[in-house]
């Protein structure tokens, strides 16, 4: 039997079962859409996943894309996933009607595109990067880089990228010294240099385009002087496409997503690389951050999908290899498949409750996404949009930090097998581990929640947090869903509440450095209780569900139970070690000093 | 500057002011060994670390040995490597004279070979192995096995190897399947296939001795129809070497360890494969679990080592690197080392608190093993021998779970380099998952301390560590040690010892199953709670350091205060929360069913 990737039935629980997908149709955006169609989508989408591209997935594992000649030259493989990817509208399936789009919502599109970053990530990659790429143009360029970029990219003609890390920068973006010379024809000469821009150099398009961060001559230091420029590899001169000078300078070695390059991308080292600036001078940063809730949700949902892939596989695993027996049976008795021992059952449990958290918290983010930008009412899109940036932190880093716990138990399951190629889950372990680096490592989560997202407004969001987890407390409460575990997170959340305004009353009192001391153990506390939340919607859905009693589905809800009860017996209990500690706000690490390691 | 691979200044520490190193040397069977002899051995490995071995561990990494034509052809750079490990006398440096060995105390010839695992693992292993392997003829072979094959192989003319698993039986192993049949001469014939066997073919010596598991015809079922044979891959006859029909039948390809081949081994194919009775008939098991504690510890003081050479790699990095500012610098301050943000030294200070804690976990298991086999007085061998016990299967699995933790941490700390092959953690954190799964898994580590270890002989050797900690914190006391720790780890041994007895009762009242449920949450806080013993000691070290007065030592005792507060700070307070889940045996997964996942 092949790896589903994820389980259907988990999906649709979640969509129709947990979090009303259908509602959505109510929104006159999304009024072309019902059910019908939105299974049609994600049929569509689990079959290319698990015909076309997860059979390809260990090939391109293996080898990787070679600099050769100066151009990237990708695994021969990607050259039928690609256009089947791009032939079902992946591009953009979320965009307006108006651009091409099929605006379909987030929370559906995003379960779909799961599905294709379980059977593939790299070779999704280069869509996904091209959407956010094409988006950055379509919400702050002029209608010429419309016609001329968004265009042919959301038509998956080209790709895009984006190109803003430098070799000395890093995560300091208000520090890159990529240059940016106007010209008298309203474009600009760019002269720099970037590195890790994954899909920088391919030969599966005719063009590529490039998001670039740079500085525009004379603009002022810091993140204040940084502008967005679109710099294609080829430019358009006329009817042709003539070569603007961006070069692929190196590939570099990466442990995982090795079907997808990864360069050290040189531009303008021959002076002659035109960009165009997208968005208002010297706003480049505040235009990239508009469009980062949507890179880290993707970077969230792969994170959760490729936990999820490795989660099904060591399933199918344990229930199929036996070895040794139950406890107290005897030497002669048959050996049981492994799923049957207590340890394996706990590791499978744990990815579990990981893998389908995280689905269901992306898929709850991606709800408030599709609301924040097209619920009826400024006041109704304003409410989502702040449930959208608080969880944006979390759905982007729990994830990816548990989600390589959860990788490596299924390496575990696997045993010796676990630790050979020859098997899958090794591969995956090493694929997951870049989701808590890209897109903004763990560590600038924890200072975007706990430094912006719930300060912000007077702490607004988690006040509409606190309300928005109480409904779903009395809902669970009416449907008679374990009182204790509606009583443990009310109780979490009114802890979480209290620790945030004494932490914020230390940052007005000037004391940043105390607030933010222990954001990371922040960020593992919020996420913990969050997941929480998202444990009690679904044990709420499970427990109506058993209650209709549809026989078939009995076995799946209890599943569901057990998960739940996982995550409050061995994961939420957490919240109260972790509260003390950040408000204790002990200085172990904070005063250690430099030359004391 | 180059990677240290591990902290001389800590090792000293550990040996000289924690350990008492020098007081091993006035044991009789230590008396030819002082302070400058531990120190020439320790410098010698160092060098060798440094000089031979680590500036080979990238070039192995990336390319593995590969099968041909049948035979296993090794990285050529072993050929220097190899030779160079076996003059310094590594292979039976703790065994005693009369077999060639130097009877060297295991508190320092770990310590040693712990620079040599840190340097490169995959190529030490080979000896490792051998040690291993040569020790099993020594105790239990005849005078003709260790005249024949022991000697060559504590001389490093022939390799050994240890070769347990089968295919359908993994970790269950009593039910392997490779046969022996009796013959005339005192010989067996022996038929099988074995998997994993660790340098089981190579290219760089003239032979190769497997100990392998095989089940004598007509033997009962089970683990006691179990024996142990010695089958080498030439075998002699009259004054020569010949073929002894034992294949390598294919080589595993690795996620790690990438130096080191691990094959598939077909015994017998063509019904010529000779072997030796290596004790008793039946014993097979009992014997190898005989030398388990050894070759247990020496995967834990690989996992420390592995860890310590990526901590070192992140510490310099971190002190290297500069990006970003310190909160509210302004943008046109310079950039920092990342060291001086909060985050980065909370992993750099978790990484030294694992693997310093990991290291002198090892170094008190071997400091038992000395005393186990040399101190004076059946009942001072007795009572090392059961702390020895005790120790082992958490100095195997916390230094593996723990340091896979340290070792994602090194990854993090270098952003995205750290995701390249350009840079070593990646390579070490594919490393470092082996140790979670080679020589029983982390599950079987858990069984092994709850269901045997701590239950044995009524709870004596559980008492005895109770009485042990008990005299570390009047020490620390006396010290003027934080009251605090001391409290604190007087109160979680305590609870500790309740619960054990807990699970006991039940486990004599006939429920098993609940007395094993949470083992792996047994080990998790027994582990937790061994290495704030540790912490403690450490602590107690330091303290008295630093009232010398010892100027250039300062730093360095401060930096051991500040990641034992860590620990106290933030893993013990585990401690309650863990013990809770264990005494409640919540049958979260034990009671979830096969067909609910």
Redesign the interface.
Known sequence: MTNPLLSDRDVDFLLYEVLDAEGLCALPDFAGYNRETFDLVLGNARRLAREVLFPAFQAMDAEPPRLVDGRVAVHPRMRELYPAMVAQGFIAATRPAEVGGAQLPHLVAGMATAYLMAGNAAAYAYLGLTTGAAHLIEAFGSDWLRDTFMRPMYEGAWTGTMAL?EP?????L??ITTRAVPQSDGSYRVVGSK??ISGGDHDLTENIVHLVLARVDGAP????GVSLFAVPRLRPEGERLVPNDAHAAGV?????WKGLP?IALNLGDEGDCHGWLVGPEGRGLACMFQMMNEARIMVGMNAAATAAVAYQES?AYA?SR????S??AK??AA?V?I????????M???Q?AIVEGSLALLATASRYADLAAHAVGDEARRDAQRMLELLTPLAKSFPAERG?ESN?LA??IH??Y?????YLP?AW??DQ??N???EG???IQ??DLLGRKVMAEGGAALMAFGAVVGASIDEARAAAVEARWCDELAAAVEALGSLTMELGAKGMAGD??GM??H??DYLDLMGTVVVAWQWLGMATAATRGLARGDGAST??Y??KL?AA??WF??EL??AE?LT??IR?A?G??????????
Chains 1, 2 share one sequence.
């Open positions: 890390t000395h920068a890093g995560s300091s208000g520090d590195v890790f230091a810091g993140v204040r570099f070695h990466k442990m995982g990864s399933l229930q036996t070895q040794g027996r406890l107290g030497g002669d050996m498949p799923i049957e021992h207590a340890d394996v059952r706990r499978l449990l744990r579990k390589f490596a390496v575990q045993g010796g676990g630790y050979t190629s020859e090794e372990l090493r581990k870049l808590t680096i890209h490592t763990t560590g924890a200072m940043r450095d933010l001391r954001a990371t076995d799946f209890r599943g057990a009860r996982y017996v061995t209990p957490r070690g003390a500690r204790e002990d172990c690490f904070a005063e250690a000093r430099a030359e004391w390691f």
